[in-house]
């Protein structure tokens, strides 16, 4: 059983759509949480920390459940600039990304 | 400032051979990750440090992988005999403390004829 499950999509949404990304883990007893974005041949850069509280950057929401093991992502008025691999981690294990084409 | 720094960028070696990945990381930084990257299995985590001392070396795939940490500022990752399916991209990261978001290098492409 994998530590982090992380649909991998693709995701093919227009200019302007909200989509929202979700991940599981196994290990009730996980304490950090973040997503990462990736850019196709680059390495892995923090988007943002996930907290239980729910925590917001911009057009990015990030949200954890702790009784049902899950975080999610959601991006609102999605831009090309966008288009990435989205990766959630639940310190040290990485899901298996997300990708996400955002078309004119 | 410095980020974590990875040599070689790109390696392309015969199989059989003996390959080293090196990783400096971010100076101060008391975590160290090393990670490899393929389209089948996403971002394995091989191994990772605290304070220099492996700590989960779980994800190592086999004996013909091991990696050290002799001070705080470098770490290797060897692979010998290298094999085909050893191709992938191998990142190292750091984070200042277990926890903290990991910073990572721009990893070294790998293949083995």
């Known amino acids: 059983r994998k530590e982090v499950e992380q649909d991998p999509g693709p995701f093919n949404v227009p200019e302007g759509a909200t989509v929202a990304f979700n991940c599981t883990y196994s290990n009730s007893a996980s304490q950090s949480f973040f997503w990462y974005r990736q850019d196709c041949r680059k390495e892995p850069k923090l988007l943002m920390s996930?907290?239980?509280s729910g925590n917001e950057d911009g057009r990015f929401t990030a949200q954890l459940n702790r009784a049902s093991q899950y975080i999610s992502l959601l991006i609102r008025d999605s831009k090309l600039s966008d288009s990435a691999t989205y990766l959630c981690?639940?310190?040290?294990?990485f899901g298996a990304g997300t990708r996400l084409t955002v078309k004119p | 400032d410095a980020g974590v720094i990875q040599s070689p960028r790109h390696e392309v070696t015969e199989m059989g051979q003996e390959v080293t990945l090196r990783c400096k990381p971010i100076?101060?930084?008391?975590?160290l990750f090393w990670y490899r990257q393929t389209m089948m299995r996403g971002l394995e985590l091989l191994i990772y440090?605290?304070?220099?001392?492996?700590?989960?070396d779980s994800g190592m795939p086999e004996d013909r992988f091991s990696a050290k940490m002799p001070n705080a500022s470098f770490s290797t990752l060897k692979i010998q005999p290298s094999e085909p399916r050893d191709s992938a991209v191998y990142f190292c990261a750091s984070t200042g403390h277990y926890g903290q978001p990991q910073h990572f290098g721009d990893g070294t492409r790998l293949s083995i004829l």
């Open positions: 100076s101060g930084h008391n975590s």
């Open positions: 996930v907290y239980s």
């Open positions: 440090f605290n304070n220099n001392v492996p700590i989960d």
């Open positions: 981690v639940v310190n040290p294990y």
